[in-house]
């Protein structure tokens, strides 16, 4: 896609003169790229139009560079579709947070329900796992397995075959035992069908859920906006989760989810382990998608990402200090981009002895994992230079939380202190990186 669409701005470069003629045949150019990339055939219309409303009006700014002008726009449009504007429910402290799964069989719910039960047991709240889907064989198994594997609580039943009942039943008992966040699993079937969306509806109105995940399949291509459409209609989707992003999803479904429900993506699954699950961010999602990987666009990107968050890390850089936080933040900007292997090994908290040998699906699963283990500290402890895990109980805390073994956050740790030594080298008034400008 990212290779159709540059060629097709680079022979607009070429022409003598930018018309509407050749306006018109770049966007038909970059909306028959973005079919391909399974978005939908109405919202491509639809980005078409806003594209040219917005060209239109810049051409009378003769100076304007009409290339960018384009690819921000088309740029602009797709970060826009697949943001709906609002913030993900999250579960509130204090509450008995009630989430229900909905999808179709295949999508990866029972998948995900464990990967979100893992990520929020990680932010230290009590999470259990109800499997209400009787339809399946084999369902309660394939539950209690992945819960059991991620030392998480879990309810079902192998003889009582009313969904609904088990769902209540589940409920109730998490509740009683004071459990903040209670995750409900349903059955799916192989289509749209009425039964489902009934059984559905069942479950809902007996355990008034405080959030409905709505579980896409993103390698589903054109057929995801019906399926979106078919359960926005029977269910009230909070937020989205879209799986699969690690095969040959093009991004094109989850857009279409987004439009069709209006709601959106928290989180992206980009494996079948437990912590293949990114949290969303469309400007990102949006470059890998139109494959900008040119070393220009990375560069905005890394800044667009960085801007946020690195003044503290600025500040402590020029200071001749780096925090485990400092790693943390920098790692966490990595792993919004995805695997670009190519750049990860130049930034701070990466060093050459993480990337050799390991393809960048391999470094993506290293970070994520890294990612637990920093979710596992406390902010006194992330905010230190890491002397504090010389304590063994500390060290196997941090390791317990983040459900890896003990030497893997030794080399966290290790990798941590390499940095700090380097930064503390090159830190201080006179150093290089005191020199920087903070406000880069
Ligand atoms: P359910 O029927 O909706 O509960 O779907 P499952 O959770 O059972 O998942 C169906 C299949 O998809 C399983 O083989 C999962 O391992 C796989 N799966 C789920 N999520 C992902 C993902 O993000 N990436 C990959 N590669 N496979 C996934
Ligand atoms: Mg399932």
């Known amino acids: 896609l990212g290779a159709r669409i540059n060629g097709a701005l680079q022979a607009l470069s070429r022409q003598p003169v930018i018309d ?30 806003n594209v040219k409303k917005r060209v239109d009006l810049e051409v009378l700014a003769a100076s304007a560079n009409k290339r960018k002008v384009i690819q921000t726009a088309v740029f602009d449009e797709l970060c826009s579709l697949v943001d709906p504007g609002v913030q993900p429910w999250k579960p509130r402290k204090g509450k008995q947070n009630v989430v229900m799964f909905v999808g179709l069989q295949g999508s990866g719910k029972t998948t995900s329900c464990t990967k979100l039960a893992a990520y929020y047991k990680r932010k230290g709240l009590k999470v ?22 991620a030392h998480i609580p879990y309810y079902g039943s192998y003889n009582e075959a009313d969904p609904v009942q088990i769902a209540m039943d589940g409920v109730a008992q998490f509740k009683a035992s004071k459990f903040d966040l209670i995750i409900v699993d349903t059955s799916g079937r192989h289509k749209q069908e009425a039964e ?9 109105a007996a355990i008034k859920p405080d959030n409905t995940i709505f579980v896409m399949d993103g390698t ?7 399926q979106a459409r078919a359960f926005k209609e029977s269910a009230d989707i909070g937020s989205i989760i879209i799986t699969k992003m690690d095969g040959h999803a093009k991004g094109g479904g989850a857009i279409s989810a987004v439009a069709a429900t209006g709601s959106p993506i928290e989180f992206i699954g980009t494996g079948e382990h437990v912590h293949d699950l990114d949290p969303f961010s469309a400007r990102p999602f949006v470059s890998k998608m139109l494959g900008m990987g040119d070393l220009g666009g990375l560069v905005e990107t890394v800044k667009d990402m960085q801007l946020d968050k690195n003044e503290d890390m600025m500040k402590n850089l020029a200071k001749g200090v780096f925090t485990l936080k400092d790693m943390r933040d920098q790692l966490q900007s990595i792993l ?70 003990p030497v893997e956050v030794q080399a966290l740790l290790h990798q941590h202190r390499q940095f700090g030594q380097i930064v503390k080298r090159m830190g201080g008034p006179k150093g290089m990186l005191g020199k920087m400008n903070p406000a880069m």
């Open 20 to 49: 509407d003629k050749a306006v018109d045949a770049l966007l038909r150019e970059i909306c028959g790229a973005l079919l391909e990339s399974d978005v939908n055939v109405r919202l491509v219309h639809t980005l078409r139009q």
């Open 128 to 149: 259990g796992l109800v499997c209400a889907d009787t339809f399946r064989a084999g369902a309660f198994d394939q539950l209690k397995q992945n819960a059991s594997r």
């Open 196 to 204: 489902l969306f009934a059984e559905m509806e069942q479950i809902a």
């Open 220 to 226: 589903i291509g054109q057929a995801a906006d019906a």
């Open 336 to 405: 919004k981009m995805g695997p670009l292997s190519k750049i990860m090994g130049m930034m701070p908290g990466v060093s050459p002895e993480m990337m050799r040998g390991m393809d960048a699906e391999d470094t993506t699963r290293q970070l994520r994992k890294y990612m637990c283990v920093f979710d596992s500290m406390t902010e006194k402890e992330l905010n230190s230079d890491g002397r504090l895990f010389d304590a063994e109980s500390r060290l196997r805390r941090v390791a317990r939380g983040a459900g890896v073994r």
